[in-house]
């Protein structure tokens, strides 16, 4: 069993091999190549999560031991967020399959498209996985790599901007993790896990302090947690709808899945606990402020998945068994929801030709399954009962009262107020989208809507010709708002839908593939709602193996 631990990590790069020889000129083969490939690493993850349940897998490559070689270790976390990220991407890249075929994007940047999102996909795996601090950065790295190039998919403008910022930050937290594993090694003359669990004990308070500083920083910057979290509402919107989806669900918890391990294994004791918990009431309260301030679809979800990483920080925070294992279940179910809801916004953008709320409405009689997919999850992020959303707050709100400090308290009235305001912001959209008449002069089916950047060229070019044109009676000028950016029919700000950022046709009925992977992650996050009892109980062990840290240390160190 434990020979599949590092296959997650290796088909899908495998795979990238395959893709990239492929290429446009053997486009249906490449889709069965990722399909496949990632369908086989639902398999194995399943498979992994069911064996760690008896106890952590590990294994070294090479057969070189600690801290030489490289290990890979499945235990039941890693084992949870491995099927349950390979479950969204799986989704997330049938999505997209759609949305490229319904396009009709045939040129470069989408042969580019499935390498860089298979080795995404590696990348979190390698994380989920890693045994040792280097190797998870090494997975941060590829995670990095294949983002930039999905960020910057059509090399738009404003892609290109966006992709740039994150770039930046993305790097500055690679300089400071890497500072921070030299500190480490230097002091115990390793960087496995299993081991620095053992000699942290030995070394000097400011030491210690020092290092878990400066990985909760790194970890901080990429779950965007306040006051680090500046970056991401910036970044995300201008994507792709299956990358902006895939990122905001996936690449965030890469972050809190990171703090779960270290804070556990390397650092018990909760000696930064206090801090965690003030950083947690901060990015709840901060971030649905923000989301409260929004008019955008993307932009408002982004600040809402700002403002509910506070709830998976409060978990560890308290750092016990009640705190962990709700934190884990809320993991779990943020993933799926968040990731559906940047997919369904795609549609709406798709059928509206914006996802600015003021120039939207009327779709829960124009589109009413567009509705229902949409409703499903904004009531389960906005923690209605029974969802699993509920569920993950409740458990943790319950481990705040247990816990009885007075920032605990606090913790737990801020904790319901996110809901309320998360409550008031899904209701803002809902009326605004789906409830009110339909605008007058809202995109109708079949008008074509260019992006930003080509528009404003267009613009330019007419500007030096306006008055030519108009003399000679040719065609208008492309009409722009007061800030000089193009607009759209009924005045809707004009931006691109596609995967490689080109012009797109609105349609009334989105692509069947769009909307059956769209459904899929919305029965994914209701099955955390069936299966409750059991999911539950899976996240409680779980907590318990990561406080009681002995399984995993003598797993990796056995002879």
């Given at each position: 069993?434990?020979?599949?631990?590092?296959?997650?990590?290796?088909?899908?790069?495998?795979?990238?091999g395959l893709?990239?020889?492929?290429g446009i000129?053997?486009?249906?083969?490449?889709?069965?190549?990722?399909?496949?490939?990632?369908?086989?690493?639902?398999?194995?993850?399943?498979?992994?999560?069911?064996?760690?349940?008896?106890?952590?897998?590990?294994?070294h490559?090479?057969?070189f031991?600690?801290?030489?070689?490289?290990?890979?270790?499945?235990?039941?976390?890693?084992?949870?967020?491995?099927?349950?990220?390979?479950?969204?991407?799986?989704?997330?890249?049938?999505?997209?399959?759609?949305?490229?075929?319904?396009?009709?994007?045939?040129?470069?940047?989408?042969?580019?498209?499935h390498?860089?999102?298979?080795?995404l996909?590696?990348?979190?795996?390698?994380?989920?996985?890693?045994?040792?601090?280097?190797?998870?950065?090494?997975?941060?790295?590829?995670?990095?790599?294949?983002?930039?190039?999905?960020?910057?998919?059509?090399?738009?403008?404003?892609?290109?901007?966006?992709?740039?910022?994150?770039?930046?930050?993305?790097?500055?937290?690679?300089?400071?993790?890497?500072v921070?594993?030299?500190?480490t090694?230097?002091?115990?003359?390793t960087?496995?896990?299993?081991q620095?669990?053992?000699?942290?004990?030995?070394?000097s308070?400011?030491?210690?302090?020092?290092?878990?500083?400066?990985?909760?920083?790194?970890?901080?910057?990429?779950?965007?947690?306040?006051?680090?979290?500046?970056?991401?509402p910036?970044?995300?919107?201008?994507?792709?709808?299956?990358?902006?989806?895939?990122?905001?669900?996936?690449?965030?918890k890469?972050?809190?899945?990171?703090?779960?391990?270290?804070?556990?294994?390397?650092?018990?004791?909760?000696?930064?606990?206090?801090l965690?918990?003030?950083?947690?009431?901060?990015?709840?309260?901060?971030?649905i402020?923000?989301?409260?301030?929004?008019?955008?679809?993307?932009?408002?979800?982004?600040?809402?998945?700002?403002?509910?990483?506070?709830?998976?920080?409060?978990?560890?925070?308290?750092?016990?068994?009640?705190?962990?294992?709700?934190?884990?279940?809320?993991?779990?179910?943020?993933?799926?929801?968040?990731?559906?809801?940047?997919?369904?916004?795609?549609?709406?953008?798709?059928?509206?030709?914006?996802?600015?709320?003021?120039?939207?409405?009327?779709?829960?009689?124009?589109?009413?399954?567009?509705?229902?997919l949409?409703?499903?999850?904004?009531?389960?992020?906005?923690?209605?009962?029974?969802?699993?959303?509920?569920?993950?707050?409740?458990?943790?709100?319950?481990?705040?009262?247990?816990?009885?400090?007075?920032?605990?308290?606090?913790?737990?009235?801020?904790?319901?107020?996110?809901?309320?305001?998360?409550?008031?912001?899904?209701?803002?959209?809902?009326?605004?989208?789906?409830?009110?008449?339909?605008?007058p002069?809202?995109?109708?089916?079949?008008?074509?809507?260019?992006?930003?950047?080509?528009?404003?060229?267009?613009?330019?070019?007419?500007?030096?010709?306006?008055?030519?044109?108009?003399?000679?009676?040719?065609p208008?000028?492309?009409?722009?708002?007061?800030?000089?950016?193009?607009?759209?029919?009924?005045?809707?700000q004009?931006?691109?839908?596609?995967?490689?950022?080109?012009?797109?046709?609105?349609?009334?009925?989105?692509?069947?593939?769009?909307?059956?992977?769209?459904?899929?992650?919305?029965?994914?996050?209701?099955?955390?709602?069936?299966?409750?009892?059991?999911?539950?109980?899976?996240?409680?062990?779980?907590?318990?193996?990561?406080?009681?840290?002995?399984?995993?240390?003598?797993?990796?160190?056995?002879?």
């Amino acid at each position: 069993m434990n020979a599949l631990v590092p296959l997650p990590v290796l088909l899908p790069l495998f795979a990238t091999g395959l893709s990239l020889a492929a290429g446009i000129r053997l486009k249906r083969f490449q889709r069965f190549i990722s399909v496949a490939v990632l369908t086989a690493v639902v398999v194995i993850s399943v498979v992994l999560m069911i064996a760690a349940d008896d106890g952590p897998l590990s294994v070294h490559l090479g057969d070189f031991a600690p801290p030489l070689g490289i290990t890979l270790v499945a235990d039941r976390l890693s084992g949870l967020m491995l099927t349950v990220s390979s479950l969204v991407t799986l989704c997330v890249l049938v999505y997209s399959l759609g949305q490229g075929m319904a396009d009709k994007d045939d040129e470069t940047p989408l042969a580019v498209f499935h390498p860089a999102y298979l080795i995404l996909v590696a990348g979190i795996a390698c994380t989920f996985l890693a045994g040792d601090l280097m190797n998870l950065f090494v997975g941060f790295e590829i995670m990095l790599v294949s983002s930039f190039v999905l960020l910057t998919l059509g090399g738009t403008g404003p892609r290109i901007r966006a992709g740039s910022t994150y770039v930046i930050i993305s790097l500055l937290s690679s300089m400071i993790f890497l500072v921070a594993i030299a500190i480490t090694y230097a002091a115990t003359g390793t960087v496995n896990f299993a081991q620095l669990a053992e000699r942290f004990d030995g070394l000097s308070l400011g030491v210690t302090t020092l290092i878990q500083a400066m990985l909760l920083t790194v970890f901080g910057i990429k779950a965007a947690v306040f006051p680090v979290a500046a970056w991401l509402p910036d970044s995300y919107p201008t994507a792709p709808a299956p990358v902006t989806a895939v990122f905001a669900g996936l690449l965030t918890k890469v972050g809190v899945y990171c703090m779960l391990r270290t804070e556990t294994l390397l650092f018990p004791g909760n000696r930064l606990g206090n801090l965690l918990l003030v950083v947690a009431l901060a990015s709840m309260i901060i971030g649905i402020l923000g989301a409260v301030a929004q008019t955008d679809l993307k932009r408002l979800l982004s600040f809402t998945l700002i403002s509910h990483i506070g709830y998976m920080v409060f978990g560890i925070g308290l750092a016990d068994r009640a705190g962990i294992g709700g934190a884990i279940v809320y993991v779990v179910h943020h993933i799926t929801v968040q990731t559906t809801l940047f997919l369904v916004a795609g549609l709406i953008e798709r059928r509206g030709g914006t996802t600015e709320l003021t120039r939207l409405g009327g779709m829960a009689r124009g589109a009413p399954l567009l509705s229902l997919l949409f409703f499903v999850p904004a009531m389960n992020i906005a923690g209605i009962p029974p969802f699993s959303g509920f569920i993950g707050k409740l458990a943790l709100m319950r481990a705040g009262v247990d816990n009885g400090s007075v920032l605990a308290w606090v913790l737990v009235g801020g904790s319901t107020l996110t809901s309320l305001l998360t409550l008031y912001v899904i209701v803002k959209v809902w009326n605004l989208a789906f409830w009110r008449s339909e605008p007058p002069g809202q995109a109708a089916e079949g008008t074509v809507m260019e992006s930003q950047e080509d528009d404003a060229d267009d613009a330019d070019d007419a500007d030096d010709t306006d008055d030519d044109v108009a003399d000679e009676g040719g065609p208008a000028v492309t009409p722009q708002d007061d800030q000089g950016i193009p607009v759209g029919p009924g005045g809707g700000q004009v931006v691109a839908t596609s995967i490689t950022g080109k012009a797109v046709t609105t349609t009334k009925r989105p692509p069947r593939t769009m909307l059956a992977a769209t459904a899929a992650t919305v029965v994914l996050g209701l099955s955390y709602t069936v299966l409750a009892g059991p999911l539950a109980a899976y996240t409680d062990r779980s907590a318990q193996e990561l406080l009681t840290r002995t399984p995993y240390i003598e797993e990796v160190l056995r002879p």
